[in-house]
């Protein structure tokens, strides 16, 4: 790009029109397919160097590493994570040996006390990445070749040599003290988010909100925020009567520095640079067009690293930036009746909302109805919280004493702020699920798009049919989930693939709804529950309490009219994040509920397995082991004479209990594998249930999961095994009259 930039200048060129060359069609092609070639050499690389790491080869030992900490702590499920670049092992020898790539780091405990740039030293067991595992590839995406676990208090060797990143480190540690000590706790975390992209703190009832609102951008840091930092201290520098070019100079070093603060995020990085063009344009005496910035941006953030295009935050800041100037212009011409400020808003909503719909319908199959009356709303808070935040952190540096009145002021325009997304997100309808697209269905809509958007434009006639199949392609993929959301006509029991854990729906003719679980993945479940138009789940169980089985529940109580939800009574680690969200009953051994058409009969768990599994948690050693498993909720559905059981995670004792206690209520024609088809697995129990189905939730695991042995019960009384890691979702049918089918 330098090379075409002195090509286009030409020695001693005065320095007049554009900045950038307009590229002709085929040095365009050059240009995009040498970024191809650059991007999919470093695959190859990082390939390379993920398979020949000493790291990954030191699957399960404790070693001594160090390293540089390349991301900041994040929580991550009970604890913190962070990731290490140039790691070593075994530092405090003279012959240290250093790895290529980074180091995937969790933490239990408090948060380490390290910053972005610090080189430190730790004891960890390390942990190869899984390939079929979908955490671990977003991990590799990210350079990533080895999982470890820390086993020892961090070591501090030395802070970041690189003065930027030391002053943004210490604006970051002042902006948190400083707004921590005086705002309220949710004020502090929303003004932190807007600021510098810190939403660690940020309560999910709030992110909730911000989602269903269509605000979650702006807790996210987008180019927004950088159009707000640079216009507000230009206007400051240009009230004191700073000379043009000194203000475009500041201009440019604050948008540097502003990236640094908020951790280079790729929305932050696409607006810095179409920023930072724009700037030197003027500082050159040159012109510069929003297009080219923004080709320019997209090429150079995929020179810098091609994994980038698989970040969901890369996509949607492209995608709706690429809405906003392409289609932004014909809708204001067409809405040319209302005042241009208005005109303006409204257009760059729906321009954005409209070209970011097909990806969110790939990643998330959910829309915002309320974003663009959100945004409309939110639009006039969003700078003053912004530039006073900022302008807050920085007199902290100087005295917190100046920085209080500046942060006051921002935390009341934050909690205004959190209103209008508590307002607009809690509304009717604020939400509408979408089915899941494919690659050809974003493909397809995306055509549609354009077509919409010449006719819009005027750019020829023979658009106007594509866009008017365009707009009922588009509309359709919003209706359809209303159209399609009806109950079904006999039993319906959908085990959902979610890896090495439990998730299942029981769906009845009369449109009972009951959840069993719901899997490892926080937002998996839910998304599911809303591709299929629901509002409402009548019973929610929570089998047992660990994780692969019971985080996808938090967004389902927090987000969905729940009638029910019951636990095993054992008071476990992450029962109070459950509770949390929604009061949760427990489920006794015995007690029948009536759901709808459905009658459900909790078999277990017993006092006695109850009060084991409280004993186990006392014990670090035991508390993730067998006593939970087996006070796990065992309950029987029924259903015109018909019945499935499901089983959560008991082992041996449980079931030699539901046999001498339950033998007559165990007979069912489908059942939930316990415990993901582990060997330990009674024969008698399964005799007992003598089932003609057996559906197996199951991933990747080291645990030999689905077991020999239990396959070869499960053959032995004539059952037909369905697993979830070969068919993915597995959905089994039954009618009034017995007749059971089975599918995907």
Request: net charge neutral; glycine share 10%; charged share 20%.
């Given at each position: 790009?330098?090379?075409?930039?002195?090509?286009?200048?030409?020695?001693?060129?005065?320095?007049?029109?554009?900045?950038?060359?307009?590229?002709?069609?085929?040095?365009?092609?050059?240009?995009?397919?040498?970024?191809?070639?650059?991007?999919?050499?470093?695959?190859?690389?990082?390939?390379?160097?993920?398979?020949?790491?000493?790291?990954?080869?030191?699957?399960?030992?404790?070693?001594?590493?160090?390293?540089?900490?390349?991301?900041?702590?994040?929580?991550?499920?009970?604890?913190?994570?962070?990731?290490?670049?140039?790691?070593?092992?075994?530092?405090?020898?003279?012959?240290?040996?250093?790895?290529?790539?980074?180091?995937?780091?969790?933490?239990?405990?408090?948060?380490?006390?390290?910053?972005?740039?610090?080189?430190?030293?730790?004891?960890?067991?390390?942990?190869?990445?899984?390939?079929?595992?979908?955490?671990?590839?977003?991990?590799?995406?990210?350079?990533?070749?080895?999982?470890?676990?820390?086993?020892?208090?961090?070591?501090?060797?030395?802070?970041?040599?690189?003065?930027?990143?030391?002053?943004?480190?210490?604006?970051?540690?002042?902006m948190l003290r400083t707004a921590g000590a005086a705002l309220k706790p949710d004020q502090a975390a929303l003004l932190l988010g807007l600021t510098i992209g810190d939403e660690s703190r940020i309560s999910e009832q709030v992110q909730d909100d911000f989602e269903a609102a269509g605000l979650s951008h702006l807790t996210a840091v987008s180019g927004a925020n950088v159009a707000m930092v640079v216009g507000g201290l230009g206007?400051?520098?240009?009230?004191?009567?700073?000379?043009?070019?000194?203000?475009?100079?500041?201009?440019?070093?604050?948008?540097?520095?502003?990236?640094?603060?908020?951790?280079?995020?790729?929305?932050?990085?696409?607006?810095?640079?179409?920023?930072?063009?724009?700037?030197?344009?003027?500082?050159?005496?040159?012109?510069?067009?929003?297009?080219?910035?923004?080709?320019?941006?997209?090429?150079?953030?995929?020179?810098?690293?091609?994994?980038?295009?698989?970040?969901?935050?890369?996509?949607?800041?492209?995608?709706?930036?690429?809405?906003?100037?392409?289609?932004?212009?014909?809708?204001?011409?067409?809405?040319?009746?209302?005042?241009?400020?208005?005109?303006?808003?409204?257009?760059?909503?729906?321009?954005?909302?409209?070209?970011?719909?097909?990806?969110?319908?790939?990643?998330?199959?959910?829309?915002?109805?309320?974003?663009?009356?959100?945004?409309?709303a939110a639009f006039a808070l969003v700078a003053p919280v912004t530039v006073l935040g900022l302008a807050g952190g920085a007199a902290g540096l100087v005295s917190p004493q100046l920085a209080w009145p500046l942060l006051k002021v921002s935390g009341f325009l934050a909690s205004a702020l959190q209103w209008v997304g508590k307002t607009f997100g809690r509304s009717e309808g604020a939400e509408v699920a979408v089915p899941r697209?494919?690659?050809?269905?974003?493909?397809?809509?995306?055509?549609?798009?354009?077509?919409?958007?010449?006719?819009?434009?005027?750019?020829?006639?023979?658009?106007?049919?594509?866009?008017?199949?365009?707009?009922?392609?588009?509309?359709?993929?919003?209706?359809?989930?209303?159209?399609?959301?009806?109950?079904?006509?006999?039993?319906?029991?959908?085990?959902?693939?979610?890896?090495?854990?439990?998730?299942?729906?029981?769906?009845?003719?009369?449109?009972?709804?009951?959840?069993?679980?719901?899997?490892?993945?926080?937002?998996?479940?839910?998304?599911?529950?809303?591709?299929?138009?629901?509002?409402?789940?009548?019973?929610?169980?929570?089998?047992?309490?660990?994780?692969?089985?019971?985080?996808?529940?938090?967004?389902?109580?927090?987000?969905?009219?729940?009638?029910?939800?019951?636990?095993?009574?054992?008071?476990?680690?992450?029962?109070?994040?459950?509770?949390?969200?929604?009061?949760?009953?427990?489920?006794?051994?015995?007690?029948?509920?009536?759901?709808?058409?459905?009658?459900?009969?909790?078999?277990?768990?017993?006092?006695?397995?109850?009060?084991?599994?409280?004993?186990?948690?006392?014990?670090?050693?035991?508390?993730?082991?067998?006593?939970?498993?087996?006070?796990?909720?065992?309950?029987?559905?029924?259903?015109?004479?018909?019945?499935?059981?499901?089983?959560?995670?008991?082992?041996?004792?449980?079931?030699?209990?539901?046999?001498?206690?339950?033998?007559?209520?165990?007979?069912?024609?489908?059942?939930?594998?316990?415990?993901?088809?582990?060997?330990?697995?009674?024969?008698?129990?399964?005799?007992?249930?003598?089932?003609?189905?057996?559906?197996?939730?199951?991933?990747?695991?080291?645990?030999?999961?689905?077991?020999?042995?239990?396959?070869?019960?499960?053959?032995?009384?004539?059952?037909?095994?369905?697993?979830?890691?070969?068919?993915?979702?597995?959905?089994?049918?039954?009618?009034?009259?017995?007749?059971?089918?089975?599918?995907?």
């Amino acid at each position: 790009m330098m090379a075409a930039w002195l090509r286009h200048r030409r020695l001693g060129e005065p320095l007049e029109g554009e900045l950038l060359p307009r590229l002709g069609r085929f040095t365009a092609l050059l240009l995009l397919t040498g970024t191809l070639a650059v991007g999919f050499a470093d695959l190859g690389i990082r390939a390379a160097v993920q398979r020949d790491s000493p790291l990954a080869a030191l699957d399960g030992r404790v070693v001594s590493v160090g390293g540089i900490v390349a991301s900041d702590p994040q929580p991550s499920g009970r604890g913190w994570s962070y990731t290490l670049s140039h790691p070593t092992i075994d530092p405090k020898q003279g012959a240290a040996r250093p790895a290529a790539g980074r180091l995937y780091i969790r933490a239990y405990g408090r948060a380490p006390q390290i910053q972005l740039g610090d080189r430190i030293e730790l004891e960890v067991k390390l942990a190869s990445l899984d390939e079929d595992d979908p955490y671990d590839g977003r991990l590799a995406r990210r350079g990533v070749v080895a999982k470890a676990r820390e086993l020892s208090e961090v070591r501090r060797v030395t802070p970041t040599s690189n003065r930027i990143l030391r002053a943004a480190n210490a604006f970051r540690d002042r902006m948190l003290r400083t707004a921590g000590a005086a705002l309220k706790p949710d004020q502090a975390a929303l003004l932190l988010g807007l600021t510098i992209g810190d939403e660690s703190r940020i309560s999910e009832q709030v992110q909730d909100d911000f989602e269903a609102a269509g605000l979650s951008h702006l807790t996210a840091v987008s180019g927004a925020n950088v159009a707000m930092v640079v216009g507000g201290l230009g206007l400051l520098l240009a009230a004191i009567r700073l000379p043009r070019k000194a203000v475009v100079i500041a201009g440019l070093i604050a948008i540097a520095f502003f990236a640094v603060i908020t951790r280079w995020e790729p929305s932050v990085l696409r607006a810095s640079v179409m920023a930072s063009v724009g700037l030197a344009a003027f500082l050159f005496g040159r012109t510069s067009t929003p297009a080219h910035a923004f080709l320019l941006a997209f090429l150079m953030l995929l020179a810098f690293d091609p994994m980038v295009l698989w970040s969901v935050g890369f996509q949607l800041s492209f995608a709706a930036t690429a809405g906003i100037l392409w289609l932004r212009p014909p809708l204001v011409h067409r809405l040319g009746a209302l005042p241009k400020p208005l005109a303006e808003a409204v257009a760059i909503g729906v321009a954005a909302q409209a070209a970011v719909f097909p990806l969110i319908a790939l990643h998330f199959g959910r829309i915002s109805v309320a974003a663009i009356p959100a945004n409309l709303a939110a639009f006039a808070l969003v700078a003053p919280v912004t530039v006073l935040g900022l302008a807050g952190g920085a007199a902290g540096l100087v005295s917190p004493q100046l920085a209080w009145p500046l942060l006051k002021v921002s935390g009341f325009l934050a909690s205004a702020l959190q209103w209008v997304g508590k307002t607009f997100g809690r509304s009717e309808g604020a939400e509408v699920a979408v089915p899941r697209f494919g690659i050809a269905q974003m493909a397809i809509a995306y055509l549609a798009l354009a077509a919409i958007w010449l006719l819009l434009a005027r750019r020829t006639r023979w658009a106007r049919w594509p866009a008017l199949g365009g707009a009922v392609l588009l509309l359709a993929s919003g209706l359809a989930p209303a159209l399609g959301s009806g109950t079904p006509a006999g039993l319906s029991i959908t085990f959902f693939d979610v890896g090495e854990g439990d998730a299942a729906l029981v769906e009845s003719p009369a449109g009972a709804r009951i959840l069993i679980d719901g899997g490892r993945e926080p937002e998996l479940i839910p998304a599911e529950l809303r591709r299929r138009g629901f509002e409402r789940v009548d019973l929610v169980v929570a089998s047992h309490l660990h994780a692969d089985h019971v985080i996808g529940l938090q967004a389902v109580l927090r987000r969905f009219d729940v009638a029910l939800a019951v636990h095993p009574g054992v008071r476990a680690p992450l029962l109070p994040t459950l509770t949390a969200e929604r009061p949760m009953e427990v489920a006794s051994s015995g007690e029948a509920v009536q759901v709808g058409d459905l009658t459900v009969e909790f078999l277990g768990p017993t006092a006695d397995l109850r009060e084991a599994a409280a004993v186990s948690l006392s014990d670090p050693a035991t508390s993730e082991g067998s006593a939970l498993n087996n006070a796990s909720v065992v309950l029987r559905v029924n259903w015109a004479g018909e019945c499935v059981l499901f089983t959560g995670d008991v082992e041996d004792e449980a079931q030699q209990e539901l046999v001498g206690s339950s033998a007559g209520r165990l007979d069912c024609t489908v059942m939930k594998a316990p415990h993901h088809g582990s060997g330990r697995l009674v024969e008698e129990f399964v005799n007992a249930v003598d089932p003609e189905w057996v559906a197996v939730s199951v991933g990747t695991n080291s645990y030999g999961h689905p077991s020999a042995k239990a396959l070869r019960l499960f053959e032995g009384v004539g059952a037909e095994v369905l697993r979830t890691d070969r068919l993915g979702d597995v959905v089994i049918t039954m009618d009034s009259e017995g007749r059971v089918n089975a599918g995907r």
